[in-house]
């Protein structure tokens, strides 16, 4: 389905439109779920959500959240992604009290020792939520740059198409990011020494 199409479905869910909310369900799922399961997948066991259940969590988000001024499908995906973040955020939280406050380590295909690979190492997925909300602070498009990559598993190309840049203003963003992540999450020691 082209772009003003989508565009078209996601008006008509903001005005109340059930049918178009499920017609929006049926395209993007198998998406969400692809991202979710990339995500998922590097957790190895930590993780007690499913792609599945993550997406239709996200769903429910969605539809029972406050009305959204849809503008497009990338604007959708910009949504669903911040969703997922608070989902697994929630679901860390959760699991950190049942363990009483021990850190969860999480594991994903994109961070290392340096900043240039960071996201492959174990990260304490609280402590990442906190210092990105931290870097929103002074620098929200580098923090939501984060957000669409790690948890909405955008490409660098998408991600310039939902924020309106230049491809080169996502890699700068995306690199000082991760730089200031790895010396924020280091000095905070919720980087594992394993990977």
Partial sequence: MSSPDFTTLLMAWRN????????IAELVYAELRQRAKSYLAGEHGYQTLS???????????????AQVEWQCRAHFFV?????????????????RVRQNGDHRWVENEEIT??????????????????ALQELALFDPRAAQVVELRYFG????QEIADVLGVSLATV?????????WLYGRLKSGSNVSNTA
């Fill in 79 to 95: 949504v669903a992604s911040n969703a997922m973040r608070r989902i697994l955020i929630d679901a860390a939280r959760h699991r």
């Fill in 51 to 65: 792609a599945t259940a993550l997406v239709n969590e996200t769903f429910v988000r969605l539809i029972g959240g």
């Fill in 113 to 130: 020792p340096s900043p240039a690979n960071f996201f492959n190492r174990k990260i304490d997925l609280l402590a990442l939520n906190e």
């Fill in 153 to 156: 598993g955008l490409t660098e």
């Fill in 16 to 23: 109340g439109d059930n049918h178009a909310a499920e017609q």
């Fill in 171 to 179: 890699k700068r963003d995306w690199a000082s990011a991760k730089t």
